[in-house]
T-cell receptor, first 112, second 111 residues
Framework: SQTIHQWPATLVQPVGSPLSLECTVE??????LYWYRQAAGRGLQLLFY??????ISSEVPQNLSASRPQDRQFILSSKKLLLSDSGFYLC???????????FGQGTRLTVV | DQQVKQNSPSLSVQEGRISILNCDYT??????FLWYKKYPAEGPTFLIS?????DKNEDGRFTVFLNKSAKHLSLHIVPSQPGDSAVYFC??????????FGQGTRLTINP
């Protein structure tokens, strides 16, 4: 069966510090991978998605970047965090042509 | 540009009655629609989906209806149970390449 791992579960970082969130998927190959953010009181905003190694699509201009160095690894990064980067970050995977995506447990990021 | 909209941020329903959650979309390229359920501090879990070639899909207490001409879909839960209290997100996909979510509706089931 497929599983998705996302860590850490919570993170408190000072403004201006770097960020690296990692997500890995097990039990499948060549998944579509996604990073979403849920800001307080808001919906799930798609930040990045990837259909293959090294292929990253950015949905919104922002202070974040994503990379996919391996087939089942997706990394969300920032060189300098802003207060507005605080939120609940979710990694997800799906297998085209099936659209259902399966989510990790999320990372609560607080920038102080 | 909000392509998927859930205009009701919250909904309160009596236990045993029907819960109806609504969702509107603007992008005619969407061909697959999904509903997710989310508890606090957890990732969303998939609930039910519907392809654009259908107008109804049923799974136990959950039924999703799609009205393509109105670009509207809805989720019916009947009968509603206390465990159904959660935030519900609708999502849409253009060709299984990505999922675009609405803002969510918080459903509260009252005993």
């Amino acid at each position: 069966s497929q599983t998705i791992h996302q860590w850490p579960a919570t993170l408190v970082q000072p403004v201006g510090s770097p960020l690296s969130l990692e997500c890995t998927v097990e039990g499948t190959s060549n998944p579509n991978l996604y990073w979403y953010r849920q800001a307080a009181g808001r919906g799930l905003q798609l930040l990045f998605y990837s259909v293959g190694i090294g292929q990253i699509s950015s949905e919104v201009p922002q202070n974040l970047s994503a990379s996919r160095p391996q087939d089942r690894q997706f990394i969300l990064s920032s060189k300098k965090l802003l207060l507005s980067d605080s939120g609940f970050y979710l990694c997800a995977w799906s297998r085209a042509p099936i659209a259902e995506a399966f989510f990790g447990q999320g990372t609560r990021l607080t920038v102080v | 540009d909000q392509q998927v909209k859930q205009n009701s941020p919250s909904l309160s329903v009596q236990e045993g009655r029907i819960s109806i959650l609504n969702c509107d979309y603007t992008n005619s390229m969407f061909d697959y629609f999904l509903w997710y359920k989310k508890y606090p501090a957890e990732g969303p879990t998939f609930l039910i989906s519907i392809s654009s070639i259908k107008d109804k899909n049923e799974d136990g207490r959950f039924t999703v209806f799609l009205n393509k001409s109105a670009k509207h879909l809805s989720l019916h839960i009947v009968p509603s149970q206390p465990g159904d209290s959660a935030v519900y997100f609708c999502a849409a996909s253009p060709g299984a390449q990505k999922l675009v979510f609405g803002q969510g509706t918080r459903l509260t089931i009252n005993p």
